[in-house]
C-alpha cells in the first residue's frame, strides 16, 4: 500500500507564503504525475497544480504566476509553493499521486488533506 502524507498548512495573512509537501511512501515503483488540490466550503474539488515525473507542469489560472509545483521523484516528495496568498486561496489542499506501484501499472493515491487560512 502507499500512503500520501502532506505538511505545511497554516494560517496567514493575505500576500503572505506557505509553502506544502508531499511525502508518497509505500510500494512504489514509478509516480508519473503528482498534483496538487483544493476544496473550499462548499466548493467542488479542483486542481490547482500538476507536474509530470518528466518535469512539465500544468497550472489552474487562478494560481498561475503565484504558485510553484516542484518535486524530487527520487524522494516521491512534492511541494508546492504558495506565494501572494489572497482570502480566496483559503481551502484544504490535497495532494495526489498516479503511480507504478510493485502490484499495480496505475494507481490513485489522496492525502489527507492539510487547511490553508488566508485571512487578516
Known amino acids: 500500500q502507499v500512503q500520501l502524507v502532506e505538511s505545511g498548512g497554516g494560517f496567514v495573512q493575505p500576500g503572505g507564503s506557505l509553502r506544502l509537501s508531499c511525502v508518497a511512501r509505500?510500494?512504489?515503483?514509478?509516480?508519473?504525475?503528482m498534483s496538487w488540490h483544493r476544496q473550499a466550503p462548499g466548493q467542488e474539488r479542483e486542481v490547482i497544480a500538476t507536474?509530470?515525473?518528466?518535469?512539465?507542469?500544468h497550472y489552474r489560472d487562478s494560481v498561475k504566476g503565484r504558485f510553484i509545483i516542484s518535486r524530487d521523484n527520487a524522494q516521491n516528495t512534492a511541494w508546492l509553493q504558495m506565494n501572494e496568498l489572497r482570502p480566496k486561496d483559503t481551502a484544504v489542499y490535497f495532494c495526489?499521486?498516479?503511480?507504478?506501484?510493485?502490484?499495480?501499472?496505475?494507481?490513485?493515491?489522496w492525502g489527507q488533506g492539510t487547511q490553508v487560512t488566508v485571512s487578516s
Open positions: 509505500g510500494s512504489i515503483r514509478s509516480i508519473y504525475v
Open positions: 507536474m509530470t515525473n518528466g518535469g512539465s507542469t
Open positions: 495526489n499521486a498516479q503511480m507504478a506501484t510493485h502490484e499495480e501499472l496505475w494507481e490513485e493515491y
